[in-house]
């Protein structure tokens, strides 16, 4: 399995993980995962300085199941 360093992020298998946009001063960072399957819509993790977190996946945020 192949692992690469990328500028902002790595390659690890037939994921590409990479930081997409953030903002230091706020503190808030959006990470993205990219494979072959998920090119276009890649799923995007928004955390916030606090630790909540949310994904996406092209227009569709994926709730949390409110039974866990």
Request: with cysteine; aromatic share 10%.
């Amino acid at each position: 399995m192949n692992y690469k360093e990328t500028e902002y992020g790595f390659e690890f298998g037939a994921a590409k993980v990479s930081r997409l946009v953030s903002d230091e001063k706020k503190g808030w960072v959006v990470i993205g995962i990219e494979t072959p399957k998920h090119k276009d819509n890649c799923i995007q993790i928004y955390v916030t300085k606090t630790g909540k977190v949310r994904v996406h996946s092209g227009t569709d945020e994926w709730l949390p199941n409110k039974d866990a």
